[in-house]
């Protein structure tokens, strides 16, 4: 077997006395890094989880398909029946609903919500955890190293994003490459069936769980191919069922979202390589690039110091390190060569790999000796300095929710409400517009449907209100362009307008009573008298685009 994960040069040479004082000092400073691990994790959890109204920007707008999907399942569409639909599907994406649905009915959106927020914070940890159990590592303090810096892992741009089932995927796809590690060391019927069941939980959670998969395999395959360490035979027994799983996707229209459009692609939708050598470290930006470089050297510096003196040509090529090595070179191949940054469909393509890079060059660096331990001190302030750095700008995007959610509750249940993102930078509160489906049962257009080419093939509106793109303000008014919305259709429609502030009263092209509001959004009625009435707005108004920030309050 390989020695790897912090073993420290010449403690096999020692007497006995001095080997029981190496033991005895590994064990208390494992004792001491776990207890700081549990220290850390308990404060990201208290600080993160407790925040009621779900501060990642889309996550709001899944926890209200699953406040749908509850009411369709269980209590007969008594809310939801005449607008959504349900049909079920064994696709991606429909694992994780299936899990918020389940504990909206059982406990609640609240308590659903703060469940869930913490089950994804934590499936990178356990997942690493699981994954050095696996493959025996030997080391005791390399653990509590690696589920600290799985906590600035895990909280990366994806989770502040709220792409909640992609940081699943990523989670099984580390505990499928453990089972796949057992398997080429000595294979086993029991661990090639719990290989497949969780190949199979990844379809079914995320398309990147079996796709991303497949490359880190198929990467490693070659390495061990090349070196002589495994056999063809074993290989295509590891990849051929993930790969199976994903060509199941692509025809079941699972990741028809993602790949679909990829010819019809022009060369604008391809970034030169300066462009991409610049996001690279996109995964870790959060909220704002300002902390970013700090927090990635320091996350370097935590990877690299207790290994420095291992950065010799010798222990850079050995097997274990180079086969890692391979998959982080597989995995920024996809990012400067093969995928695009986004298609006509689905933003953020290529960046998604990023976090594979980022987990291949810390397996890496665990399969290389160390004999310091500053390392787990440096993982402690990164995982800390994250925490500050995730709570500040988490509260005040909560804040932010919690004002948007005291003017949405004066809309009545059941009604119809379009929203208007007019902030110049809606980062992070782009889908609070949920909360009228979530808080008051009412219909918004923007709820991920498949209807909308979104990759929720199982749910769907039944007949989806007039919907143009939730942006739309930001892409026409601000940008200056002309205004492309249908003012006819918004009042036949809808029954209240929901803009964000600062907003141009002026583009308003139907009349409207104010309800509430306060400095983050106002609720306007909509007079359904106008519906086939509407006059020609551009004609009528005379917009002056050079006022695009004037309050509504101001009317």
Not at 146 to 159: N, Q
Not at 232 to 260: C, D, K, N, Q, T
Not at 539 to 554: C, K, T, Y
Request: glycine share 4%; hydrophobic share 55%; proline share 6%.
């Amino acid at each position: 077997m390989t020695r790897w994960l912090w073993t420290a040069p010449g403690a096999q040479s020692t007497g006995a006395s001095s080997s029981w004082l190496v033991r005895t000092a590994d064990w208390l400073f494992a004792e001491m890094g776990w207890l700081a691990a549990l220290v850390v994790c308990g404060a990201y959890l208290c600080s993160v989880v407790p925040l009621s109204s779900l501060p990642m920007q889309d996550y709001p707008n899944h926890m209200a398909r699953a406040a749908v999907i509850s009411d369709l399942l269980f209590h007969h569409g008594a809310h939801f029946g005449s607008a959504f639909q349900l049909h079920f599907a064994i696709v991606p994406y429909v694992l994780p609903d299936a899990i918020l649905t389940g504990a909206v009915a059982l406990f609640g959106p609240a308590v659903a919500g703060a469940l869930y927020t913490g089950l994804v914070m934590l499936s990178l940890p356990c997942a690493l955890l699981f994954y050095m159990h696996t493959v025996d590592a030997p080391a005791p303090r390399a653990r509590p190293w690696v589920f600290l810096v799985s906590l600035y892992l895990s909280t990366d741009w994806f989770f502040a994003m709220g792409f909640m089932a992609f940081r699943l995927a990523i989670a099984l796809i580390v505990v499928a490459l453990a089972l796949a590690e057992r398997l080429r060391r000595q294979w086993s019927s029991r661990a090639f069936a719990a290989y497949l069941l969780v190949a199979a939980i990844g379809y079914l959670t995320h398309v990147a769980a079996v796709a991303f998969l497949v490359v880190a395999l198929a990467a490693a395959a070659v390495v061990r191919i090349v070196l002589r360490k495994t056999t063809l035979r074993r290989e295509l027994a590891l990849i051929l069922p993930p790969a199976a799983l994903f060509v199941a996707a692509w025809y079941l229209r699972g990741a028809e979202h993602i790949m679909s459009s990829l010819p019809a692609l022009d060369d604008e939708h391809w970034k030169a390589f300066k462009h991409n050598v610049r996001n690279l470290p996109y995964e870790f930006t959060g909220f704002d690039w300002h902390p970013v470089i700090p927090l990635v050297l320091l996350l370097a510096v935590s990877l690299l110091w207790p290994v420095r003196r291992s950065l010799r040509w010798h222990a850079l090529t050995a097997p274990a390190v180079l086969e890692q090595l391979g998959v982080a070179a597989a995995f920024l191949l996809l990012y400067f060569a093969v995928l695009p940054v986004a298609t006509q469909v689905e933003p953020y393509v290529n960046v998604r790999v990023l976090p594979l890079v980022s987990l291949a060059l810390l397996f890496a660096c665990l399969r290389l000796p160390a004999s310091e331990r500053a390392g787990l001190a440096l993982a402690a302030l990164l995982a800390v300095t994250n925490l500050v750095y995730l709570a500040i700008h988490l509260r005040a995007a909560n804040e932010w929710n919690e004002r948007y959610r005291s003017v949405v509750a004066a809309i009545p249940s059941g009604a119809y409400v379009l929203p208007m993102q007019a902030r110049p930078r809606q980062q992070r509160v782009l889908f609070a517009s949920a909360f009228v489906v979530l808080d008051r049962s009412a219909i918004m257009p923007y709820l991920f449907s498949s209807d909308e080419a979104d990759p929720m093939r199982y749910f769907s509106y039944r007949h989806r209100p007039y919907a143009p793109g939730p942006q739309w303000y930001r892409e026409d008014v601000l940008a200056h362009r002309p205004l492309t919305l249908d003012w006819q259709r918004v009042a036949c429609d809808y029954d209240y307008l929901l803009p964000t502030l600062p907003f141009n009263v002026r583009v308003i092209g139907v009349p409207t009573t104010r309800v509430a509001g306060n400095d983050t959004v106002e609720l306007l009625k909509v007079d359904k008298s106008a519906c086939h009435a509407v006059r020609s707005h551009e004609a009528e108004s005379g917009l002056d685009r050079d006022q695009d920030e004037v309050l509504l309050a101001s009317r």
